[in-house]
């Protein structure tokens, strides 16, 4: 049973530019939640998607939007990059109304140079 | 509104040692609690969690006991191991996680 897989691993940008990751849930989980790691930070909430909705979203600027397929899996897109956006991000997964039972992904490493 | 603190690091322990890594929250109510493990190079574990006051989440050597008092959650080990090494984040649960900051243990044999 493959886990929260995520991709890519790593990734360059130079600011300005526009970045997507892309995140495939647990299986059997149907609601995928995107934080935001800065070094040495503890993860922020960007947004949760349900049902091809988002549904909570977090103090973060229009630039960070997202999506979700029928298939559960979910892309988080990232526009006029800033060196600031530099993070790891995680993507995590769970069951509609189990928002306790996070299953998080290795993350992708995001570099804005 | 909600947050967590956690107490700064690094921790460094030599192995076998007791170990303490303290939180304390600020929330509405009463939120559950979480400790989750993040090794190199990977993603967030749950470690434990706590759902109401006084209850006590454990797994693996660890435990934390969900203090409403002194709203605290705080995470212990009796004996580390050098596979303890990691980052430790204390979190609530308020619609989404809301984590601390982190605290980075170091055992060394």
């Known amino acids: 049973d493959a886990g929260v897989t995520q991709s890519p691993t790593h990734l360059i940008k130079t600011r300005g530019q526009q970045v997507t990751l892309r995140c495939s849930p647990k299986?059997?989980?149907?609601?995928v939640s995107w934080y935001q790691q800065a070094l040495g930070q503890g993860p922020q909430f960007i947004f949760q998607?349900?049902?091809?909705?988002?549904?909570q979203r977090g103090n973060f600027p229009d630039r960070f939007s997202g999506h979700q397929f029928p298939n559960y899996s979910s892309e988080l897109n990232v526009n006029a990059l800033l060196l600031g956006d530099s993070a790891l991000y995680l993507c995590?997964?769970?069951?509609?109304?189990?928002?306790?039972?996070?299953?998080f992904g290795s993350g992708t490493q995001l570099s804005v140079l | 509104g909600n947050s967590v603190t956690q107490m700064e690091g690094p921790v460094t322990l030599s192995e076998e040692a007791f170990l303490t890594i303290n939180c304390t929250y600020t929330a509405t109510g009463y939120p559950s609690l979480f400790w989750y493990v993040q090794y190199p190079g990977e993603g967030l574990q749950l470690l434990l969690k706590?759902?109401?006051?006084?209850d006590k989440g454990s797994n693996k050597g660890f435990e934390a006991t969900y203090r409403k008092e002194t709203t605290s959650f705080h995470l212990e080990k009796g004996s580390v191991q050098v596979s303890d090494s990691a980052v430790y984040f204390c979190a609530l649960l308020s619609g989404k996680l809301i984590f601390g900051q982190g605290t980075t243990l170091q055992v060394k044999p």
């Open positions: 706590a759902t109401k006051a006084d």
């Open positions: 998607y349900y049902e091809e909705e988002e549904r």
């Open positions: 995590a997964s769970s069951l509609a109304g189990f928002n306790e039972k996070l299953f």
């Open positions: 299986s059997g989980h149907d609601t």
